[in-house]
C-alpha cells in the first residue's frame, strides 16, 4: 500500500469558474441521522464547473469521455424514518478531453422529486417506514415508494439512463450536458431494475424487472436503436428481490435468491426482508434474445452485485459477491433506532465474498467457490470485456461499520494475486469504474476514476488510479467545487458511446 500524498485540496481554488443554478426547494431540519451527517450529508446545490485545479499530477491526454455518479441527497424533511437510499438521486459528471476537465452535478427531475417540490414537502415515506405513510400512490415493486432514480446511471444508445432499485421508471438524460430528457421510453409498465447491462460490442442493453404479480419478473433486451427488440417473463414462486444481473456473449442470467420479502407480512402490506432456510439460490440462463429457461440451483445466499460472467466450454461462468450472513443482526452499537438498518448497510456484517459460480449446460451442474476471502464489494472490471472471458477485476473496500468505500482491491483472475489502494481514514470513495486509455490494448491499460469525500478537511475531489499499478496511488487530484453526499453507483463512458 502506497502512502496517500496529501495535495491541496483545502486551499482556495485560483482559477475553477463555478456558475450556480436555482436552488432547489428544500424543507429538511438538522438531525442527528447517521446517514444524513457526515460523508452522507446530502447536497442541494446544483453546478457547472470550468478551469478545474489539478492539485496533484496532470490530467491524462489518453483519458476522453464522461464519468457519471449516480448519489443520493434527501431534499426534503422525511415523514418517517428516512433510509438513505430513499434519498433523491443527483448524477454527477465529470468529462475528460484533451487533457483538460468540467465537472457538473444535477438533481434527477424524477416526478416524485417534482411533485416534492410542488408541495415542498416529502409526500412518500421510505423503505423502512410503513406503507401508511404515503401521501399518493406509489411506484415499483413495493409500490408506496418514490421513484427517486437514485441507484444507477448507465449509457446507453448514446444517453445517460438513470434507474431505481426497486424498478422505477427509468430517467434519460444527456450525459455531457445533465440536460433531462424525461421517461426513458421503452421501459414497461413493472418499470426497469436498477443494473440494466450495456454490452458495448453490440450495444445492446439488458434489464430486468420484479412485481408482487405473477410471473413476477421479466428480462428484455433493447437494441442499440434504443428500441424494445425481447421482452419475457421470468416466471418465479412468488415476489422476490434481484438486484442484478449478468450477461454472457449468447446468454442472460437472472436470479431467484432466498432472501425476500415475508410471504405472510406482505399480505398485510408489511415489507419485511428474511432469509428463507431451506431453499437454494436458484439461476435462469436465458438465451440473449429469448427461449428456453434453464434453471441452477445452488448454495443459499444474496447477491447485490455481479461481476461479469462468460462461457468456457460447456459451461457458463459467473462471478460476483457471495454473501455469508446476508440478514445479519442488528447492530447493538448503532444509536437507538438504527440497529436494524446499520447492520443491513454494513459489509463487514452481511459480508460478501468474490465467488465464482460454474453452471455446465451439459450436466445441469452447478460448481462454486470462493476466489478471496476478504470482504468485498461492489466491483468493476473493463466493460469491452463484459460478458467475455477476462483477467482482470477491480473491488472496492468498504468502512467497517458504515456504508462507505474506503479503497479499492485489484484482482488478476488469471494468476491469483492482488493488489490494493486504501485511502487515509475519514476519506471515502465513490465507485471507481475502468476507463480505457485511448489506444489500449492491455485490459487493464487504463484508469480508475473516483470522487472522493474528505471528511476531515469538508471537501471532495476527483482522483485517478493508473489501473496497471493502484498501488501507487493517485497519478492526478482534481479538486470538486462542493463536498459531494455518499451512493451507490457509477459508470464510466468513452466519447464513442456518447451522443454527439
Ligand atoms: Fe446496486
Request: hydrophobic content about 35%; some cysteine; charged content about 25%.
Amino acid at each position: 500500500m502506497a502512502p496517500y500524498q496529501k495535495g491541496s485540496a483545502t486551499e482556495d481554488a485560483q482559477s475553477m469558474k463555478v456558475e450556480r443554478l436555482p436552488p432547489v426547494v428544500t424543507s429538511l431540519l438538522p438531525s442527528n441521522h447517521p446517514y444524513l451527517n457526515g460523508a452522507w450529508t446530502p447536497l442541494h446545490e446544483e453546478v457547472n464547473a470550468t478551469d478545474l485545479e489539478v492539485t496533484h499530477g496532470a490530467i491524462p491526454a489518453d483519458l476522453d469521455g464522461v464519468y457519471l455518479r449516480n448519489t443520493e441527497n434527501q431534499v426534503q424533511q422525511p415523514l418517517g424514518r428516512f433510509h438513505p437510499f430513499d434519498g433523491d438521486g443527483m448524477i454527477h459528471q465529470i468529462e475528460f478531453r484533451n487533457g483538460q476537465a468540467s465537472y457538473r452535478n444535477r438533481f434527477v427531475r424524477t416526478r416524485g422529486f417534482e411533485a416534492e417540490q410542488e408541495a415542498a414537502g416529502s409526500l412518500w415515506g421510505g423503505l423502512a417506514d410503513p406503507v401508511q405513510l404515503a401521501k399518493r400512490p406509489g411506484w415499483g415493486a413495493h409500490g408506496f415508494l418514490k421513484d427517486s432514480s437514485s441507484t444507477d446511471v448507465v449509457v446507453h444508445a448514446g444517453k445517460a439512463l438513470s434507474t431505481f432499485y426497486q424498478c422505477g421508471e427509468g430517467y434519460r438524460l444527456d450525459p455531457l450536458t445533465l440536460e433531462q430528457e424525461g421517461l426513458e421510453s421503452w421501459v414497461p409498465i413493472d418499470g426497469v431494475s436498477a443494473h440494466p447491462k450495456v454490452d458495448e460490442a453490440t450495444g445492446e442493453l439488458m434489464f430486468f424487472n420484479y412485481s408482487k404479480h405473477a410471473p413476477y419478473m421479466h428480462y428484455g433486451v433493447v437494441g442499440p436503436d434504443n428500441r424494445l427488440k425481447t421482452y419475457m417473463p421470468i416466471p418465479l414462486p412468488g415476489p422476490r428481490l434481484p438486484h442484478d444481473m449478468a450477461f454472457t456473449t449468447n446468454y442472460s442470467i437472472l436470479n431467484d435468491l432466498p432472501v425476500f420479502w415475508d410471504a405472510k407480512l406482505l399480505e398485510r402490506n408489511i415489507h419485511a426482508v428474511r432469509l428463507h432456510e431451506g431453499i437454494p439460490s436458484r439461476f435462469a440462463i436465458v438465451p440473449r434474445h429469448g427461449g428456453d429457461i434453464r434453471w441452477f440451483e445452488a448454495a443459499p445466499t444474496y447477491v447485490l452485485h455481479w461481476l461479469n460472467a462468460y462461457e468456457e466450454g460447456d459451461e457458463i461462468v459467473l462471478d460476483g459477491y457471495f454473501q455469508e450472513d446476508p440478514t445479519p443482526e442488528p447492530n447493538k452499537d448503532a444509536p437507538p433506532g438504527f440497529e436494524h438498518m446499520m447492520a443491513y448497510l454494513d459489509e463487514s456484517r452481511f459480508k460478501p465474498k468474490l465467488h465464482r459460480w460454474r453452471f455446465n449446460l451439459k450436466t445441469g451442474e452447478t460448481t462454486e467457490g470462493h476466489l478471496d476471502d476478504r470482504i468485498l464489494e461492489f466491483g468493476m472490471i473493463n466493460a469491452r470485456y463484459a460478458g467475455r472471458k477476462y483477467r482482470y477485476a477491480y473491488s472496492t473496500v468498504a468502512e467497517v461499520g458504515w456504508f462507505l468505500f474506503r479503497g479499492f482491491v485489484k484482482h488478476d483472475l488469471e494468476t491469483g494475486q492482488s493488489s490494493e489502494f486504501i485511502l487515509p481514514e475519514g476519506v471515502y470513495a465513490s465507485e471507481a469504474p475502468f476507463c480505457p486509455r485511448v489506444g489500449a490494448v492491455d485490459e487493464d491499460d487504463g484508469y480508475l476514476v473516483s470522487f472522493l469525500t474528505d471528511e476531515n478537511a469538508g471537501t471532495s475531489e476527483c482522483i485517478l488510479l493508473d489501473a496497471k499499478d493502484i498501488a501507487a496511488g493517485p497519478v492526478c487530484r482534481i479538486r470538486l467545487p462542493h463536498k459531494l453526499c455518499s451512493g451507490t453507483h457509477a459508470v464510466w463512458a468513452p466519447r464513442d458511446m456518447l451522443a454527439s
